[in-house]
């Protein structure tokens, strides 16, 4: 049972973002990468590099403290 969805999401998609980093040695997700298990694994990273500005600075120190995230992937 969870009561916060949204949060048991967030907390999901880390855990991937987790693994993948761990994994791939960098957080460069491309943006059609689904897991395995068929988790959208690169809509949930692009979802987060575009809410920076809304998203909790717990969030985004979370983020930042995993090797290799980078807000803005692309190269400009």
């Given at each position: 049972?969870?009561?916060?969805?949204?949060?048991?999401?967030?907390?999901?998609?880390?855990?991937?973002?987790?693994?993948?980093?761990?994994?791939?040695?960098?957080?460069?997700?491309?943006?059609?990468?689904?897991?395995?298990?068929g988790?959208?694994?690169?809509?949930?990273?692009?979802?987060?590099?575009?809410?920076?500005?809304?998203?909790?600075?717990?969030?985004?120190?979370?983020?930042?403290?995993?090797?290799?995230w980078?807000?803005?992937?692309?190269?400009?």
């Open positions: 049972w969870v009561w916060n969805v949204n949060e048991e999401q967030w907390e999901r998609g880390y855990a991937y973002m987790v693994e993948y980093s761990k994994k791939e040695g960098n957080c460069l997700v491309p943006v059609n990468k689904i897991t395995e298990d988790y959208t694994l690169g809509r949930w990273v692009n979802k987060q590099r575009t809410r920076k500005k809304t998203m909790s600075k717990d969030r985004q120190k979370r983020l930042e403290d995993i090797s290799g980078v807000w803005a992937a692309r190269k400009k």
